[in-house]
């Protein structure tokens, strides 16, 4: 079956701007968790949506949301973006509400800002 | 809130040696302790996981063990070859909170 599919691979942007990402979870998965990762930071929890609502968030600015659509597809959105913005982005998906396993990644979004 | 600890941040070994990770957690609660392996370019993928009701795992070259007691548990890597070189993460969770808190992160260097 089909992975966990994230667009774009990479993208750069310019300060200022502002980028939408997004990702496809495994069909019939219905949870999406969003994740920042830099070098030296590990994995940074932003949030994760089930069944189109916002279930857990992180500490991260309010220029950073996301949503997620009907079909289970979520889109993370970055405004006016930073430098320190600058990172690989994964989301993860899996199918049951309440249990951990079978959390699987897709392979990232790398963003720039340059 | 739970808390993850993983130690070492950085572990070098000789192929064909034995590579141990290990990660201590703070909420008694958490009963799901998964491991995921990070190759350079990639997003991580889980490679081994293990219940609170259980108290070692074994896949092949790779083991899980658990101390509930202690709060800790293990990532064990034997006679490691140059794939095995990655970071690898550990994370937990529990049933009533739908959220994986992970470790820092591991980076584990396989020396020819």
Same mark, same amino acid.
Not at chain 1, 12 to 26: A, F
Not at chain 2, 22 to 44: I, M, R, V
Not at chain 2, 104 to 112: H, N, R, S
């Given at each position: 079956?089909? &992975? ?12 200022? =701007? ?16 969003? !994740?920042? =990762? ?5 994995? =940074? ?8 609502? =916002? ?6 600015? &309010? ?39 079978? !959390? ?11 | %809130? ?8 950085? /572990?070098?070994?000789?192929? %064909?040696?034995?590579? *141990? ?9 958490? #009963?799901?302790?998964?491991w995921y392996k990070q190759e350079? +370019?990639k +997003?991580p993928q889980l490679i081994i996981?293990?219940?609170? #009701? *259980? +108290? ?6 790779i083991? *899980?063990? /658990? ?9 064990? @890597? ?6 095995d070189?990655a970071v690898y993460f ?9 959220? /994986? @808190?992970? %470790?820092? +992160?591991?980076?584990l @260097? @396989?020396?020819?």
């Amino acid at each position: 079956k089909a &992975g966990v599919t994230q667009t774009p691979r990479y993208l750069i942007k310019t300060r200022g =701007q502002q980028v939408t990402l997004s990702c496809s979870p495994i069909s019939g998965h219905r949870s999406v968790s969003w !994740y920042q =990762q830099t070098p030296g930071q590990g994995l =940074q929890f932003l949030f994760e949506y089930f069944s189109e609502t =916002q279930r857990n968030k992180g500490n991260f600015p &309010g220029r950073f949301s996301g949503r997620q659509f009907s079909n289970s597809r979520s889109e993370m959105n970055v405004s006016t973006l930073e430098l320190g913005d600058s990172a690989l982005y994964l989301c993860a998906s899996s199918a049951d509400q309440v249990r951990a396993d079978g !959390y699987t990644f897709g392979s990232g979004t790398r963003l720039t800002v340059v | %809130g739970e808390n993850v600890e993983q130690h070492p941040s950085t /572990l070098s070994v000789q192929e %064909g040696d034995s590579a *141990v990770i290990k990660c201590t957690y703070s909420d008694s609660a958490s #009963n799901y302790f998964p491991w995921y392996k990070q190759e350079l +370019g990639k +997003g991580p993928q889980l490679i081994i996981d293990i219940r609170s #009701n *259980v +108290g070692e795992k074994k896949d092949q070259r790779i083991a *899980v063990t /658990l101390n509930k007691t202690a709060k800790h548990f293990s990532l064990h @890597i034997t006679e490691t070859q140059p794939e095995d070189s990655a970071v690898y993460f550990c994370a937990a969770s529990m049933d009533s909170n739908y959220q /994986l @808190i992970w %470790g820092a +992160g591991t980076k584990l @260097i @396989i020396k020819p």
